[in-house]
């Protein structure tokens, strides 16, 4: 397991799998409770260009800050599954904030961060 990461000030474009994330932090969960998994997470003034789909996925993780990153995408740029910018599942303490997303692809849909079967998660601003 992960524990006390720090993904700061990097520039992350384009990716090879069309169902897959740019970052991703999972771990294992039952019934929505991190079990074993990442711990003290922080992701944080990075610029996501082109995802092909979701830009993090944070699963299965406690104790997680994604805070100041930037998500921008060209408009020719294919996107492989709708849905926002963030996958947030059964983690819990979870700190969302300062986001910014300039994505004008059709398949890049609000709500930007999507939140299933976890406790404790904080979208800010």
Do not use: C
């Amino acid at each position: 397991d992960a524990h006390r990461v720090r993904i700061e000030n990097n520039q992350i474009t384009g990716g090879d799998l069309p169902w897959g994330a740019q970052v991703v932090i999972e771990g294992a969960a039952a019934q929505g409770t991190p079990m074993s998994g990442p711990t003290d997470i922080t992701i944080k003034n990075n610029q996501f260009m082109n995802a092909p789909a979701l830009s993090i996925t944070i699963g299965s993780a406690y104790l997680v800050n994604v805070l100041n990153n930037q998500v921008s995408a060209d408009a020719s740029y294919p996107r492989s599954q709708p849905g926002g910018v963030i996958s947030i599942h059964d983690s819990s303490t979870v700190t969302v904030s300062g986001l910014t997303v300039n994505d004008p692809r059709p398949n890049t849909q609000q709500p930007y961060v999507r939140v299933q079967s976890s406790t404790g998660v904080t979208i800010l601003p």
